[in-house]
């Protein structure tokens, strides 16, 4: 485990700054910055295989030709992190921040996605968390994907999907693909999706139901 650490300008195949893929693994009050991860298909720029993270910052981490660019719990059933600050990361497939965990009261700002969706979150569970300005490139969510998950008291806003293909472009704040989705007690505000501005639905930046959710 690893506490009150600074891990920075790591270069790896998976994991730019660290590749734990175990259960007993935890990151407490550290700072993860200006790592990169490079193999094709892999995961996390910053860190994969984490069980949890508590208080850390996720910042300018990047995956050149795979997915997740801050934190992906892959390879884990049970991920978690709280209380984490996560800006500025990039990846070149799906999760610009984070992936494949449950994150509660986490800043996700400023991330992108540049061949794949969910610029901020991609299958990942969402408590109390703020999703902002996120950019999804070439597939959907610009703020949020998920796909069997829940996003619940967060707030989504100011998040951008861009996307030539009409299979993809949807859900500038949320993209919500699977049945059991369920999207309660947040708001989804200031959302974009640029592919498509006959539907409403896109305009509001958000496919997929809503339960108690307030969309502006």
Do not use: P
């Not at 790591?10 to 590749?19: D, E, F, L, R």
């Amino acid at each position: 485990s690893v506490y009150g650490s600074v891990l920075e300008g790591n270069t790896a195949g998976s994991g730019g700054a660290g590749w734990f893929n175990g259960a007993s693994y935890k990151v407490f009050d550290s700072r993860i910055l200006n790592n990169q991860a490079t193999f094709k298909n892999d995961y996390g720029g910053g860190l994969n295989g984490i069980q949890s993270v508590s208080n850390c910052v996720f910042s300018g981490n990047s995956n050149t030709d795979g997915y997740t660019g801050a934190c992906a719990g892959k390879a884990v059933s049970n991920s978690f992190m709280w209380d984490c600050i996560v800006t500025n990361n990039t990846a070149k497939g799906n999760g610009g921040g984070i992936s494949t965990t449950t994150a509660i009261r986490c800043l996700i700002a400023g991330n992108s996605v540049t061949a794949g969706s969910g610029g901020g979150s991609y299958q990942s569970e969402l408590y109390d968390c703020v999703v902002s300005n996120n950019v999804a490139t070439g597939g959907s969510g610009g703020g949020v994907y998920i796909y069997g998950q829940s996003v619940s008291n967060c707030l989504v806003c100011a998040n951008h999907v861009i996307s030539s293909d009409s299979q993809h472009g949807y859900g500038g704040g949320i993209n919500s693909s699977g049945a059991s989705d369920r999207i309660i007690d947040t708001e989804v505000v200031g959302n974009y999706a640029e592919t498509d501005a006959t539907s409403a639905n896109k305009r509001l930046g958000l496919t997929g139901g809503v339960q108690g959710g307030t969309i502006i």
